[in-house]
């Protein structure tokens, strides 16, 4: 019986990857950690039996992509990168954009609000050691937000250029001094891995603080680090392997398409 | 176990309670006949938590005597600290306060030294120079060790610990007291 059961576990990850006609409903209940990639695309509640193909096309949004996203999202092994890189730029763009607007306004906050109530409800000798935690978290958000917003600001627009560029088939001898100049490989050396100091905070809290009073926050705290940290991981991987292998391509395009115009 | 007769107090005191995570028996009683007579059939309870208003201070050297070795907490309007072995909690108090008296008396939320042997003596003192801000180069000369020794340990305390960042591992040493927070580079 209970062998059963696992063999039918198993059949279901079989049935993966989710398809166009995969209802909707069902993919939450597969995997409830999509909750928030979901609702990335815009799609909100209360969508009945209507499958990803149903709904997306309701909202104009392309179905493939946001099955490849959510399939990646829901199965590591899962990473048709190839495919990826083919969708246009301004779409994986505007993805990356709602993710980090999502860590900065959503996840920053709740998790900062989780360490302040457990200032709040800590004893005097513990509450020095929130107070660090409280530090490295604010030093943390800096980082992360210096790296985000370089990313909003210089780097998608720079992509956003070069798209439109190429599209319009005009390439402005500006674009080229900057491509020679940056190119996206100076982009990606110094694409610093922000999920390693979240990393740390959680073996802090997990093997080093003392016990806290507070134990049901401090859980809660350590559950939404966790999904923070795979969120961002699952986002870099789309930004380095698929969005900066892409500009590579597009960088090469139009530094060939400008030797033939001049 | 938790005495009390006053609603206000008894929520209260069950909401700090459930704050520490701690389990309880709650008995609702009037008056202090009832008391002595609950605690002759639970003696054996380990805590009691009991609120000034159900008895004065004779009442409470009897109770002491019924229940022996069990430690009594009282919240009390005029009392705090401990009183004749019993251990007063002022209602007076801030919430943190109040918080931190229950968990002493519960011992709970030990901030004990716990037997740290994670880390070897001598990880301990590479990390706490790495804490103090210093570079291997640094740490190597004012230890007396040549870089590349520097660098092994760094690495094997980085996976003890499973922490990576300077930041973190200064994060740690000030947990442990290796170094003051005012000295650490963060």
Known sequence: MFQNKINDDKQMKKKLPFIPDTMLADIIHADYQLIPVIGRFGIEFGFGNKTVKEVCHEKGINVLFVLDIINSYHDDDYFPKERLQQYPASLIIDYLSRTHNYYLSDKVPEIQDYIAEMELNVSLNNLKNIKLLDKFFADYIKELSRHLNYEDDVIFPYIKDLESSLNMKFVSNALIKKIKKEPIDQFEKNHDNIEVKLSDLKNLIIKFLPPVLCASTCQKLLIELFRLESDINNHSRIEEKVLIQKVKQLEKEILKQGETTT | ?186
Request: glycine fraction near 4%; charge should be negative.
């Open chain 2, 1 to 186: 176990m938790l005495f009390t007769n006053n609603i206000i107090k008894s929520l209260g005191i069950k909401t700090m309670l459930s704050v520490i995570g701690f389990k309880y028996e709650i008995f609702d009683i009037d008056n202090y006949i009832e008391l002595k007579d609950l605690l002759l059939e639970h003696a054996e309870k380990l805590h009691l938590i009991v609120s000034d208003e159900l008895c004065n201070e004779d009442d409470l050297t009897e109770i002491q005597k019924i229940v022996l070795n069990s430690p009594i907490l009282v919240f009390s309007d005029s009392q705090s600290g401990w009183v004749n072995g019993i251990f007063y909690v002022s209602l007076k108090n801030s919430q943190r306060e109040i918080l931190s008296k229950i968990d002493y008396f519960f011992q709970k939320d030990s901030t004990k030294k716990q037997e740290n042997s994670i880390i070897s003596e001598r990880e301990k003192d590479i990390l706490t120079q790495v804490a103090l801000g210093l570079s291997n180069k640094e740490i190597a000369e004012k230890l007396f060790i040549s870089i590349n020794t520097v660098i092994t340990h760094r690495k094997n305390i980085t996976e003890k610990l499973g922490i990576k960042t300077i930041a973190g591992l200064t994060i740690y040493a000030i947990l442990n007291n290796y170094i003051n927070p005012e000295n650490g580079n963060l």
